[in-house]
């Protein structure tokens, strides 16, 4: 995706949260039903709240929906339950079994899925519109009643120890996986949500089920809904598909927490024609006054596209690396920033230097004038063109909830980034970058 | 996802792309993309039966430039992607990765606009532009809003001509493309076997060469190479530019004749593209590629099959429904036995890549189970094509497989640049666009016997090569046997 400083959690989480800063009304014209259509906050007689955006211009519905707790929920010696019970959700549930249920589904076009992220079990729903009745009825029991058949189980659990199998030599697995532990130690974000080849076959049936029983509750529920549903009809789905679930969770409190401070370089041997380099360190929260300042000096350092200065610098100057990015990853309990390259051995040397070259420079002397009209440029155009298709609008609604923004930031969001000033960009790139990078190369030998 | 493309992968993507087990990563990029298509209509008694897509607008220009218009006004958004028909199967022989180094090369700047001008266009306005290669197609696309069409329009115009090359932002750049192929492939031993597979099974076409190159011949691309191959290839009789989005084709004509109508075209572009052809296959054929990282060995099976453009009429279709019933999901049959039944595999999977100007494949990956033999499964597997080939498949598993399909249909209208994508991988591999609309219908018409015979005709181990990923042993383990 095109907005790096917009990225949340997706190194851990698999499946990701992007955010999409969003459509400002004067650029949407008439002829936008989309995005402009106003977002309305319902609240469905058994008290789910939900916000919608009703579109019948395809006649499909999506619906993106958290539970607060997620990969952080897993007990500490058994990483891997919250995504065990993710991949086991729509294997059987009620009286369908396995087969059946996924006869179900895909009968009648249903895509379900679930996913455990650090803070957050998410899951999508989407559906044809005449299909609608039948698609909350299967997830209403995939969330009350799945089965954990042990056959099933066991089956699940062979993918999910394959996936780790083949990670556990993996450039960019083992560099993710080692940054995200040396930056939180102890903390639970120091886990992996898929969990290790020592814990998933810990896992028992019930574990899952007390995974369950903590987190799927209605109190910590959050759900937007976009597409060809009218709010009286979906205010009835939601209560027949969540209403059942009990009023409370029983999340365990996670601490607030501030990842390792850089300066510090782990090197992980593996014998690959090109190093894996991935560098961060604390960044800044989403509450955080200066989180916006910080968006845009981390579009101007590493964001996508193909203008950043680490792009710039690393790739088109040098021809060092293909890839060389870097992106904010807010939790609800920390922040970091984190960025990858890979670059053959003979030049990780180089190619490390010169990343730590490009922060020092901007942490130093802050951006441009240019820069920082071009970035908040960037910031504000990008929300329309990120907006178009029904599920990135749920996915962008759902993220602004979990984020606790206004129902109508899209609308404020232009003025906030117009808000940033040079001054601004200046503290919040010395405060992102000025400690140095917390660095874990994968490769044949060690950077001097 | 995962053709070729100039900017970079983020983190996920290479992961995905380092975890070819259930989807065969390099081949699709060569011929990727079973989803997608533009249209679908009723199903027998099913859920399917909704509105159709409007027919895309479509008109050309006197230099032979052909213009596909999709509309789509939810959003003031347009996809702007123009689609050059040649690929890494044009290379001349002994230059692989040529077609794929150029377009690295054509963010490199005109004679009118300078390196990063484009590029900062299309971000100031909160944009993204990429690029990508195929076996047979190179595309290049913006996403912008609508108000930069215009703009947009005048660029890719401009780049199709007008490219300026100098020696030293070639040599950096093809360090970025050895690079990528670092990442994508000598990185990862998973995409080594398919670089082998390919090689192995296609005996005589270019597509037995991955898209990217080899590494020895990407070395010595140069400057003249790429300029070469850009001056005989880039041209607008041998491109289809395709705007999705919130426009019309009455306003976009005008703007579409002011930036494009005064190229000439190419002369000798070949009204055909003739690639040396596959003989018929007389030899099932095995891998191995054996590497110390391999921790979760794999198998793949590769079938040589007719494209949509290369199969007589019909039979295209009935592939992509043998490819479901054999392959997608948990209730195929291959996932049924292989990972349900006999518990031999964690996973099991099967594709038809319809899109190729040439023959095609149809393939199945298999994770195996800690201790289970490479035997056992290729067994298992014969197995269930050998019921396949013998006996009709039940009504009901047909029809599962093709609402799987025709799903794709039905969720690809929720986005243009999916729409845009379907539309020109198609286009540039040969079918026109009542080929393509006619897709979801033709899936419906697929019978059990045509399945069936597929199965006998297609599945022919003598059409095929299987792969095997495994741990090399180490040196003090191997001189001890």
Known sequence: MTQSCTRRDVLLAGASGSIAILASPSLLAATSTLAATKIKHLVSPCGIKATLVQDATVPLIAVEYAFGGGATQDPSEKPGVGHMVASLLDEGAGDLDAKTFHERLDGRAIELSFASHRDYFRGSLHTLKDCKEDAFDLLRLALTSPRFDPADVERIRAGVLAKLRHDSTNPASLANRKFFEVAFKDHPYARQAEGTLESVPKIDVADLKGYLRSVIAKDALKIAVVGDIDPEVLCKLLDMTFGGLPASSNSTPVADVVAAKPPQRIFIPLDVPQTFVTFGGPGVRRTEPDFMAACVVNHILGGGGLTSRLFREVREKRGLAYFVSERLVWMDHSAVFVGDSGTRADRAGRTVEEIERQVRHLA???????????????????????????SKLARTMLQHQLDRLPIDYLEKHDSVVDAVTLEDAKRAAARLWGGGLLTVLVGRSPVP | MSDRSSVTANTKEIAARAFPMTRTTLVEERTRDSTTPNQYGSHEGGVLAQARWDRPAIFSLQNGLEVVVIPDHRTPVVTQMIWYKVGSADEPPGRSGLAHF????????????????????????????????????????????????????????????NLVLKDEDVLSE??????????????????????????????????????????????????????????????????????????????LRPLVETSFGGIPLQPRIPAERLRPQEPPPAAERTVTLADPRVEQPVLHRYYLVPSAR????????VLDVLAQLMGGGINSYLYRALVIDKKLASSASARYEPTALDSSLLTISVTPEPGIEF???????????????????????????????????????????????????????????????????????????????????????????????????????????
Do not use: C
């Open chain 1, 364 to 390: 130093e002397k802050g951006p441009t004038q240019q820069e920082l009209d071009d970035a908040k440029s960037y910031l504000k155009g990008s929300q329309i063109v990120a907006l178009n298709t029904t």
């Open chain 2, 375 to 481: 035997g056992q499964i290729e067994y298992a597997i014969d197995g269930v094509i050998a019921g396949i080939a013998q006996h009709p498949a039940r009504t009901e598993d047909i029809e599962l497989a093709k609402t799987r399909l025709l799903a794709q249909a039905i969720y690809a209208q929720d986005d243009q640049a999916k729409l845009a994508a379907w539309y020109g991988r198609r286009l540039t591999t040969g079918l026109t666009i009542d080929e393509i609309r006619g897709w979801p219908d033709s899936i419906r018409e697929v019978s059990a016997a045509q399945v069936l015979a597929a199965a006998r005709k297609w599945l022919d181990k003598k059409r095929s090569v299987t792969g095997y990923l495994v741990k090399e042993p180490t040196q003090r383990h191997a001189e001890r046997r």
């Open chain 2, 102 to 161: 150029l377009e690295h090369l054509m963010f490199k700047g005109t004679s009118k606009h300078p390196p990063g001008e484009f590029t900062q266009a299309v971000q100031r306005v909160g944009g993204y532009q990429n690029a990508f290669t195929g076996t047979d197609y190179t595309s290049y696309f913006q996403h912008v809003p609508r108000d930069q069409l215009g703009k947009m329009l005048e660029f890719e115009a401009d780049r199709m001509t």
């Open chain 2, 174 to 251: 093809r360090d970025v493309v050895l690079e990528e192929l670092n990442m994508g492939v000598a990185n990862n031993p998973g995409a080594r076997l398919i670089e082998q597979m390919l090689a192995a099974l296609y005996l005589n076409h270019p597509y037995g060469r991955l898209i990217i190159g080899w590494r020895q011949e990407i070395e010595k691309l140069g400057r003249e190479d790429a300029l070469g191959f850009y001056k005989r290839f880039y041209a607008p009789n041998n491109a289809i530019l395709i705007i999705a989005g919130d426009v019309e084709a009455g306003a």
């Open chain 2, 310 to 317: 290369t199969a007589v009429a019909g039979e295209s279709p």
